[in-house]
Nanobody, 130 residues
Framework: QVQVVESGGGLVQAGGSLRLSCAASGRSFSMYAMGWFRQAPGKEREFVSAITWSGDSTYYADSVKGRFTISRDNAKNTMYLQMDNLKPEDTAVYYC???????????????????????WGQGTQVTVSS
């Protein structure tokens, strides 16, 4: 059974930092691309960032580029999202998810769509106060 669990959310002041973690189990973590999405109250789930299975390519939404950094440690079956210079508009529930295709390398747009991802975590709340 595949499990994906996010952690590291919390309350932070604007300009602060948080580091989210995503631990995956039940499948060969290193074979799959991973992604982060977020959903704010009353809004649709949106793409934040993604990383290929090998970790050599990363993708970011324009709204977080230059402030967030995605990474993965395949030996620990864990993905991270370092979030710096946080803004109130970053407030949302953050979800991580795993790709459905093993060892697949697609175009940039492939990683931005929720349909790409097969398994999702329950989410972790990030709240940024002004």
């Amino acid at each position: 059974q595949v499990q994906v669990v996010e952690s590291g959310g919390g309350l932070v002041q604007a300009g602060g930092s948080l580091r989210l973690s995503c631990a995956a189990s039940g499948r060969s973590f290193s074979m799959y691309a991973m992604g982060w999405f977020r959903q704010a109250p009353g809004k649709e789930r949106e793409f934040v960032s993604a990383i290929t299975w090998s970790g050599d390519s990363t993708y970011y939404a324009d709204s977080v580029k230059g402030r967030f950094t995605i990474s993965r440690d395949n030996a620990k079956n864990t993905m991270y999202l370092q979030m710096d210079n946080l803004k109130p508009e970053d407030t949302a529930v953050y979800y991580c998810a795993t790709d459905s295709r093993r060892y697949y390398r697609g175009p940039a747009d492939y990683y931005r769509g929720p349909a790409t991802y097969q398994y999702w975590g329950q989410g972790t709340q990030v709240t940024v106060s002004s």
